[in-house]
T-cell receptor, first 111, second 109 residues
Framework: KAGVTQTPRYLIKTRGQQVTLSCSPISGHRSVSWYQQTPGQGLQFLFEYFSETQRNKGNFPGRFSGRQFSNSRSEMNVSTLELGDSALYLCASRRGDTEAFFGQGTRLTVV | KQEVTQIPAALSVPEGENLVLNCSFT??????LQWFRQDPGKGLTSLLL?????REQTSGRLNASLDKSSGRSTLYIAASQPGDSATYLCAVNNNDMRFGAGTRLTVKP
């Protein structure tokens, strides 16, 4: 059974650009959550999608957005990138409120 | 707002020792609590999930307990091995998952 797949694994972008990250959940999982991990702030919740609807949102500016498709795949978008957006972005998938499984993450570097 | 604290922040032990990692949380209205392991630069690997109605879960050398009323969970690792070296994170789930800052474990051969 395939795990959670995140693409790309690594990304380098310039300040002011925008970026789109992708997450394919485990088959049958309809919930996808996104997290930002930095050395200073740890793991912070960005948002959760369930059946194409945003169910929860963390405390991040509007530059961070996401969506979920009918096949449960999810994308997150960050516009007008800032240096402080450099982080490991992780997504997790779940079936209901059960065990969460994480992908390997996308390492975003903003220069 | 849920706050999750993990103590200690770092731990170094010789191979073979049994050890306990601690996790505390402020809001006891949780659905479940999950322990993860993270190797440097990698994603999170799920270790154990404890539902709010459960007191403990075991998997191999790992045992996790949950005391919802006091807002505490412990992860017990028996007979530690160098391959156990990693950062261990606990996460509590009520509407969204909140993580502690983690405990960085080093097991010396």
């Amino acid at each position: 059974k395939a795990g959670v797949t995140q693409t790309p694994r690594y990304l380098i972008k310039t300040r002011g650009q925008q970026v789109t990250l992708s997450c394919s959940p485990i088959s049958g999982h309809r919930s996808v959550s996104w997290y930002q991990q930095t050395p200073g702030q740890g793991l912070q919740f960005l948002f959760e999608y369930f059946s194409e609807t945003q169910r929860n949102k963390g405390n991040f500016p509007g530059r961070f957005s996401g969506r979920q498709f009918s096949n449960s795949r999810s994308e997150m978008n960050v516009s007008t990138l800032e240096l402080g957006d450099s982080a490991l972005y992780l997504c997790a998938s779940r079936r209901g409120d059960t065990e969460a499984f994480f992908g390997q993450g996308t390492r975003l570097t903003v220069v | 707002k849920q706050e999750v604290t993990q103590i200690p922040a770092a731990l170094s032990v010789p191979e073979g020792e049994n050890l306990v990692l601690n996790c505390s949380f402020t809001d006891s209205a949780i659905y479940n609590l999950q322990w993860f392991r993270q190797d440097p630069g990698k994603g999170l690997t799920s270790l154990l999930l404890i539902q709010s109605s459960q007191r403990e879960q075991t998997s191999g050398r790992l045992n996790a307990s949950l005391d919802k009323s006091s807002g505490r969970s412990t992860l017990y690792i028996a007979a530690s091995q160098p391959g156990d070296s990693a950062t261990y994170l606990c996460a509590v789930n009520n509407n969204d998952m909140r993580f502690g800052a983690g405990t960085r474990l080093t097991v010396k051969p």
